[in-house]
T-cell receptor, first 113, second 109 residues
Framework: NAGVTQTPKFQVLKTGQSMTLQCAQD?????MYWYRQDPGMGLRLIYY???????DKGEVPNGYNVSRLNKREFSLRLESAAPSQTSVYFC????????????FGPGTRLTVT | QKEVEQDPGPLSVPEGAIVSLNCTYS??????FMWYRQYSRKGPELLMY????GNKEDGRFTAQVDKSSKYISLFIRDSQPSDSATYLC?????????FGTGTRLQVFP
């Protein structure tokens, strides 16, 4: 099992450009999450999907959109990137319900210039 | 005030030392507490979890929650250089994790 995979691993964008971060899991998990990690701020939840077909905002959703394409895949889109979105982005998944055991992907390092 | 507070460190200790990593929290609704370990340039991985009060031991690791003082601790016995990582505590509120900022631990030989 690959677990949680993310693409790309690294990306550099110019301000105003758009891009989609891809995430897939092969553990048949119901819930999926997108976080960003910044120095001094820890991990902050951007959006999550408790089950296929549903998405909800987390702590810092502004400037992002998500799509739960199917049970396996959960994508994060930046429509018009800003330097404040420079961060490391992590996707995670869990069985759902009691979500304490979240499995994280390796992360995407995004720089917006 | 952040719901989960954690000293960022770094904490530097010699091999074999007992390490104490600590968090405080403000949300009384947290049902569980988690400790994640994150190696440099990797995703976090679950280390341990505990319910809202009491201790849990797993090998060299012990997680402790003091609900009365809203204090969470992770103890590492006989620390090893391979324990060098960032340790993240988190509280679980319904279906979401609220993370602290993480404490960077360095164990030198």
């Amino acid at each position: 099992n690959a677990g949680v995979t993310q693409t790309p691993k690294f990306q550099v964008l110019k301000t105003g450009q758009s891009m989609t971060l891809q995430c897939a899991q092969d553990m048949n998990h119901n819930s999926m999450y997108w976080y960003r990690q910044d120095p001094g701020m820890g991990l902050r939840l951007i959006y999550y999907s408790a089950s296929e077909g549903t998405t909800d905002k987390g702590e810092v959703p502004n400037g992002y959109n998500v799509s739960r394409l199917n049970k396996r895949e959960f994508s994060l889109r930046l429509e018009s990137a800003a330097p404040s979105q420079t961060s490391v982005y992590f996707c995670a998944s869990s069985t759902g319900g009691v979500s304490y055991e979240q499995y994280f992907g390796p992360g995407t390092r995004l720089t917006v210039t | 005030q952040k719901e989960v507070e954690q000293d960022p460190g770094p904490l530097s200790v010699p091999e074999g030392a007992i390490v104490s990593l600590n968090c405080t929290y403000s949300n009384s609704a947290f049902q569980y507490f988690m400790w994640y370990r994150q190696y440099s340039r990797k995703g976090p991985e679950l280390l341990m979890y505990t319910y809202s009060s009491g201790n849990k031991e797993d090998g060299r690791f012990t997680a402790q929650v003091d609900k009365s003082s809203k204090y969470i601790s992770l103890f590492i016995r006989d620390s090893q250089p391979s324990d060098s990582a960032t340790y993240l505590c988190a509280g679980v509120n319904t279906d979401k994790l609220i993370f602290g900022t993480g404490t960077r631990l360095q164990v030198f030989p």
